[in-house]
């Protein structure tokens, strides 16, 4: 895990990386086209836009703030993926209450070997959020790459063969409704049953 930790990136440095490939007209990964190019910079203003507006639940906070325990949560990610962009503002904003957790990014692309350790129903989903002790690097929980409720709707409804832009169009209404609550809230229940910091936020 080291070796990840070693080549992964502060948030601050992630926003960076992908502003300036979008400078470039590019986004990150392997895969380049105008399709993907405007996926980035959509996503990237989703980002922008969620930092500045979204709002921390209290008791969510109150449980992050009463983690005791210093941890590095390494994020899978890519500029271009929707799901990324949702809810890693989100992570971020969770993680910034607690002195003890240190957030990293690494592209998932470029490190398939460390993705596919942590598939999601076979797939290479993204954001992955992997928590690790911070002394040990022990594993302490993993989340993503959605909110149960965004997963069980990208789920039944491709089940039912609906088309993929359908889908990410009803999961980015499932967004918009949801703020960003369910993402703080699973958070907070893995922090808490993992630390016994506080009772689950959902209570």
């Not at 491709?158 to 088309?163: D, F, R, S, T």
Request: with cysteine.
């Amino acid at each position: 895990m080291k070796q990840y930790l070693d080549r992964s990136m502060t948030f601050s440095e992630y926003l960076s990386l992908i502003d300036t490939l979008l400078a470039e007209g590019k986004t990150t990964g392997q895969k380049q086209s105008e399709a993907m190019l405007g996926y980035g910079r959509i996503n990237r203003q989703r980002m922008s836009r969620l930092e500045k507006t979204l709002v921390l639940n209290g008791e969510v906070r109150s449980v992050v703030a009463g983690n005791n325990r210093r941890e590095i949560w390494l994020i899978l990610t890519e500029g271009w993926c929707g799901d990324a962009a949702q809810n890693i503002p989100v992570i971020e904003k969770v993680a910034a209450v607690s002195d003890l957790i240190e957030t990293r990014y690494i592209l998932r692309d470029e490190n398939l070997d460390l993705m596919d350790q942590y598939l999601t129903n076979g797939a290479r989903s993204i954001p992955k959020l992997i928590a690790l002790d911070a002394k040990t690097l022990e594993i302490i929980f993993t989340w993503g790459a959605r909110p149960a409720g965004a997963r069980a709707i990208f789920n039944q409804r491709k089940a039912e063969g609906v088309p993929h832009s359908v889908i990410v169009e009803e999961l980015q209404h499932w967004y918009n409704a949801d703020h960003g609550l369910s993402v703080q809230r699973e958070l907070a229940d893995l922090l808490s049953s993992q630390t016994g910091t506080a009772a689950a936020a959902t209570n």
